[in-house]
């Protein structure tokens, strides 16, 4: 190995910590650690919840009014109008890749946080 | 008729090395390493040896052909796997013959080189696939390891072609 070899493989490690250095900070910068919910109706959005409080929202949907409740930084659809009451019968959720969708109401409720249900997969690659 | 026959000789060389770097190719993934998406790469081996006996162009065929070849027989041929072997080849083939004529690096610093540039060009192309630029915080890992590793396969080159060709400065 001679002199240029060492100058390579020197400027490799040194941009592979750079590169390392700078996808942390932009990481850690845009995960706020602050958790919210966000709701949509028909893909717009229509309400963002902080999860810190405990209270209940009512926004309207295709069929009727959806109150959605927050207790201890969980959420659920709490009531609502629909055929089979999906969404209300899934209960409390407090995972970002677990969403509740209410179709007949055409209302999605997303979690935007940084803890992730570990038994579920984050990422669909189609 | 000496031509004719160096011409063959050269042929049959060439041949032999493109069957020994599809078959180091095929047989890589089957050796446990640790750490994921990270190989020895010990094809590049038969590549920065093909550089130094015959040159550029035929570097350039025995890397694209292995890649062609090998996922044809693997059953992979136009799939993912197919195009970030083929995207790294291209991309640490292209730069190892840039430095290699504009740097005074030797076998051993165009094997890292081109053990670096082959992951970035395996990156690039995952990002554009899966339409994702996160991907990118998987390459100063595949650095690291490329160091090690280009610095292994580069020292077996070495030591290949030194009993190859003895007494040529390489």
């Known amino acids: 190995m001679n002199r240029s070899d060492k100058i390579f493989i020197a400027f490799v490690l040194v941009c592979a910590l750079v590169l390392y250095g700078t996808m942390q900070w932009f990481v850690s910068s845009s995960t706020t650690g602050k958790t919210e919910a966000v709701v949509t109706y028909k893909d717009k959005e229509v309400l963002r919840i902080d999860m810190t ?9 295709t069929l009727g009014d959806v109150i959605i409740e927050v207790k201890d930084a969980q959420i659920r659809v709490e009531k609502e109008t629909s055929p089979y009451h999906l969404c209300s019968v899934q209960g409390w959720v407090k995972y970002a890749n677990v969403p509740i969708v209410c179709l007949p109401n055409h209302i999605v409720i997303l979690i935007h946080s940084v803890s992730v249900d570990p038994n579920q997969e984050d990422t669909t690659v189609k | 008729m000496k031509s004719t ?26 050796l446990p390493i640790p750490i994921p998406g ?3 790469g010990l094809a590049n081996i038969i590549g920065l040896i093909t550089l130094y006996l015959f040159g550029i162009e035929e570097m350039f065929t025995v890397n694209i052909m292995r890649v062609l070849i090998a996922s044809l027989l693997r059953g992979i041929i136009f799939g993912t796997g197919f195009w970030l072997s083929l995207s790294g080849v291209l991309l640490s083939s292209t730069m190892v013959i840039i430095l290699r004529r504009y740097t005074k690096m030797s076998i051993i610093g165009l094997s890292v080189a081109s053990a670096t540039f082959h992951c970035l060009g395996q990156i690039a192309i995952i990002c554009y696939l899966n339409s994702t630029w996160l991907m990118i915080y998987w390459l100063p890992i595949m650095w690291v390891t490329a160091v090690p590793t280009g610095i292994l396969t580069g020292t077996l080159a070495f030591q290949v072609l030194k009993r190859l060709t003895k007494g040529v400065a390489l």
């Not at chain 1, 409080?53 to 949907?61: E, L, M």
């Not at chain 2, 011409?7 to 078959?23: E, H, P």
Request: glycine share 2%; proline share 3%; net charge positive.
């Open chain 2, 38 to 40: 990270v190989k020895l």
């Open chain 1, 53 to 61: 409080k405990n209270t209940s929202y009512t926004v309207t949907g």
């Open chain 2, 5 to 30: 026959r160096s011409k063959t000789r050269r042929l049959s060389l060439l041949t032999m090395l493109l069957a020994m770097s599809i078959l180091l190719h095929m047989m890589e993934p089957s």
